[in-house]
Nanobody, 119 residues
């Protein structure tokens, strides 16, 4: 059974930092690129960052470029999102998923983890 468990969210002040983690199981993790998405209240879900299966390359959405870093540890089946210089606009529920999940019939999502950026 595919499982994706996000953690690390919480309340942080503008300008602060948080590190999110996603623990994956039930599939061959190292074969797949992984992505972080987020969804703010009343808004559509948006792609935040994507990392290749090996961790050698990554792509970021414009609003987070230079502030967020995606990484993965294939030995531990985890993917992380290091977030710095946080802004109120970053407030959202953050999810990890397989980048190609929908295309290959592996469109799985965890419960997400809530990040609130507020003073």
């Amino acid at each position: 059974q595919v499982q994706l468990v996000e953690s690390g969210g919480g309340l942080v002040q503008p300008g602060g930092s948080l590190r999110l983690s996603c623990a994956a199981s039930g599939f061959s993790f190292s074969r797949y690129g992984m992505s972080w998405y987020r969804q703010a209240p009343g808004k559509e879900r948006e792609l935040v960052a994507t990392i290749s299966s090996t961790g050698d390359s990554a792509v970021y959405a414009d609003p987070v470029k230079g502030r967020f870093t995606i990484s993965r540890d294939n030995a531990k089946n985890t993917v992380s999102l290091q977030m710095s210089s946080l802004k109120p606009e970053d407030t959202a529920v953050y999810y990890c998923t397989l980048t190609s999940g929908r295309r290959i019939g592996m469109d799985y999502w965890g419960k997400g983890t809530l990040v609130t950026v507020s003073s």
